[in-house]
């Protein structure tokens, strides 16, 4: 009689623990799909109007420094705003992208100029793919004297910089 009672008072245990570790668990599933939903929106705004930046020139600037991994897809070049159309993986810390050159052009005709995207991501660690255009004021890159300068974004992408004259 006595190990009846004892068994039930341990099935009893068992029932209220299960039950109450499945409404905790429960409780943390649906605080993480509302992070998983805020952050979501919070990536859906970034793509509504892109802010312009200005070039960096530095002539310290570590060119082979181009941060956290990310894609150019395209470039695009209206008057003296360079366009990059980018993606890369997060969407829970905010990220920032810079342009920099070293501003030493190489010698040829039309001179060229190195220039690096830098990307910090904020050991933004989430797997969202993010789709982002960044805009850049390069007037500072301009070649003193000449219409036009070949900006060489790492090793395969070339933009043609042409000063449209007044």
């Not at 991994?69 to 209206?78: F, G, R, V």
């Not at 990059?84 to 001179?111: D, R, T, V, W």
């Amino acid at each position: 009689m006595k190990k009846g009672i004892i068994m039930r008072k341990y099935f009893t245990i068992i029932i209220l623990l299960s039950v109450s570790l499945f409404f905790a668990c429960h409780k943390k599933e649906t605080s993480k799909t509302n992070t998983t939903a805020s952050s979501k929106s919070a990536t859906e705004n970034k793509n509504i109007a892109p802010v312009i930046k200005d070039a960096i020139v530095d002539p310290e600037t570590d060119l082979m420094n181009t941060g956290a991994a990310y894609n150019i897809d395209s470039t695009k070049i209206n008057g003296d705003i360079l366009s990059l159309f980018i993606n890369y993986s997060g969407g829970c810390n905010e990220h920032s992208f810079e342009l920099y050159s070293n501003g030493m052009y190489a010698k040829s005709l039309p001179p060229q100029l190195s220039i690096c995207l830098r990307h910090t991501n904020n050991d933004d660690a989430c797997r969202e793919l993010i789709s982002q255009e960044v805009k850049f004021n390069i007037t500072k890159l301009r070649y003193p004297g000449k219409n036009t300068v070949i900006l060489k974004l790492g090793d395969k992408q070339r933009i043609n910089y042409t000063i449209k004259p007044i």
